[in-house]
């Protein structure tokens, strides 16, 4: 009867410590990457990864992390166990300068934008194994896939494009116009509509993933990086770099409800799975910001390693 009732509390913890919902920060000027318990909200556990860490991708269930490493042309690959610990499980070379990176959505394939070669690198996830190359614009960043595992899609920063590739056949499907130097993507299922952030022209393309075309073209402040959305497609929120800002869209009439200050460099941004905040990196200044989604304030900071970017869908489960 007690071990059975051990074996019950032991399963209980194991259980509860897969539940926690965490962020993974990658610090790019410590070359690792911050685990964040969004429920205590404090820095849990540091992983150290390749050099200078920008990209990161979480794995559907949350037990695989993805990592890109440009300057070691890597990505590691983290493993999270049955007691919540993490470890890192492998490390390959990938390319010549991997940057924006994401997983499919049955968490078979990964997908990793080469900056230096115009490549994009598909790798099995379980033993990052390379299985092709797919050939995209100039200095490929932010990456996404849409939810029914259909098609790819991928900002071609130099180019000024959308790549669209078709994941049955491995086709480029459209190459869409968008900004100048389009970096973060956010695959919304209102509509469905693709958001781009357009670094040089201080705006954001809002993209028809089923038509292939550009609809809207939205202001924000100087140099956008990432896009968030709610759930419900109410509210995007744009991070703005050289205005160390958030823009607040609303999500039905394009129109700026709010600008928010935040922290220098912002970059990685995020919805938090319950709805209620908005979690972004603050590369210049060393911190991991929560906002509220309502009363659009600041409700938490907390110090992380230098250099955080948080590029990527970095949130777990």
Wanted: contains cysteine.
């Amino acid at each position: 009867m007690r071990t059975a009732l051990a074996a019950l509390v032991i399963g209980a913890a194991l259980s509860a410590a897969q539940a926690e919902t965490l962020a993974y920060v990658t610090e790019q000027g410590v070359d690792s990457v911050a685990v964040v318990d969004l429920d205590d909200w404090r820095v849990v556990e540091q992983i150290t990864v390749g050099r200078k860490p920008a990209g990161v991708a979480v794995a559907p269930g949350g037990e695989r992390i993805f990592v890109s490493n440009p300057e070691s042309a890597s990505v590691s690959a983290i493993s999270r166990g049955p007691d919540g610990r993490h470890s890192v499980a492998a490390e390959v070379k990938v390319g010549l300068g991997p940057l924006g990176i994401a997983v499919d959505r049955s968490g078979k394939l990964v997908f990793v934008a080469d900056w230096y070669t115009d490549d994009v690198h598909v790798l099995d996830a379980a033993s990052l194994k390379q299985l092709r190359v797919l050939k995209v614009g100039r200095s490929p960043s932010g990456i996404t896939t849409s939810p029914d595992n259909q098609r790819l899609f991928v900002a071609n920063r130099e180019s000024d494009t959308l790549s669209v590739i078709d994941l049955t056949n491995w086709e480029t499907l459209a190459t869409i116009p968008v900004g100048k130097a389009p970096f973060g993507l956010f695959y919304d299922e209102n509509g469905p509509r693709l958001w781009v952030a357009n670094v040089q022209s201080s705006d954001v393309s809002v993209v028809d993933p089923v038509g292939m075309k550009e609809i809207r073209r939205v202001k924000v402040r100087t140099f956008p990086y990432g896009v968030a959305v709610t759930k419900d497609g109410a509210r995007a929120f744009v991070t703005n770099q050289h205005d160390d800002s958030i823009s607040v869209l609303d999500g039905r009439t394009y129109e700026t409800l709010a600008t928010l200050k935040v922290g220098d460099y912002p970059e990685g941004i995020l919805v938090a799975p319950d709805q209620r905040h908005v979690l972004v990196a603050c590369w210049m200044d060393d911190v991991f910001v929560s906002i509220d989604v309502t009363t659009l304030k600041t409700d938490a900071r907390l110090a992380v390693g230098a250099g955080p970017r948080a590029f990527g869908q970095f949130l777990a489960p």
